[in-house]
């Protein structure tokens, strides 16, 4: 099955940094990578998501990179504020997976005032 | 709307006992997801539904774990009988359509086996 790697487990950086999060995937098939972030006491909520047809996908301070051919990808959160600060999981839905997410094992970002 | 509902948000219960988690879906969605979460192993899939018919139960740990969809707004995660190790939070999220789409998560229920 789908193997979802994802670096660093902590990461803390000071407000206004940039902070970036990565993630690798096994399987070639993968062709959907939805980012979420959960804070404390709640669910995980969808972030930014990119599709295997495109290469970058922006949403005002967030970003995500997709490398297909290295089969990693990223996000990327710019003029860090202490609200950004939760748990960030990367997930796959490999094309035979039937629509099943496989997630990485979460960053928790901290942003320090 | 408001989102997805999780019965009880937190239970407390001692090993051996039967316990009953509790989703309502958002309304017009046609996938439920049944997850689990634990520190050593992260999120996982223990079943969906499609228009209320399991599709994969695969992830479901052992026998002692079983879920039903009565209906379009309604389904339960049952744990009988409980034992320590299934100490975690479990959520249940919904979507529309394909996987492709956002999966909406309620805010979980956690649980505690003694």
């Known amino acids: 099955g789908e193997n979802v790697e994802q670096h660093p487990s902590t990461l803390s950086v000071q407000e206004g940094d940039s902070a970036v999060i990565k993630c690798t995937y096994s399987d070639s098939a993968s062709n959907y990578f939805p980012w979420y972030k959960q804070e404390l006491g709640k669910g995980p909520q969808l972030i930014i998501d990119i599709r295997s047809n495109v290469g970058e996908k922006k949403d005002q301070r967030i970003a995500v990179t997709l490398n297909k051919t290295a089969k990693h990808f990223s996000l990327h959160i710019t003029e860090t504020q202490p609200e950004d600060s939760a748990v960030y999981f990367c997930?796959?839905?490999?094309?035979?997976?039937?629509?099943?997410?496989?997630f990485g094992s979460g960053t928790q970002l901290t942003v320090l005032p | 709307d408001a989102g997805v509902i999780q019965s009880p948000r937190h239970e407390v219960t001692e090993m051996g006992q039967e316990v009953t988690l509790r989703c309502k879906p958002i309304s017009g969605h046609d996938y439920l997801f049944w997850y689990r979460q634990t520190m050593m192993r992260g999120l996982e899939l223990l079943i969906y539904f499609n228009n209320n018919v399991p599709i994969d139960d695969s992830g479901m740990p052992e026998d002692r774990f079983s879920a039903k969809m009565p209906n379009a707004s309604f389904s339960t995660l049952k744990i009988q009988p409980s034992e320590p190790r299934d100490s975690a939070v479990y959520f249940c999220?919904?979507?529309?359509?394909?996987?492709?789409?956002?999966?909406?998560f309620g805010p979980g229920t956690r649980l505690t086996v003694l």
């Open positions: 997930a796959v839905i490999s094309s035979g997976s039937a629509r099943q997410l496989t």
């Open positions: 999220a919904s979507s529309v359509g394909t996987g492709y789409n956002e999966q909406f």
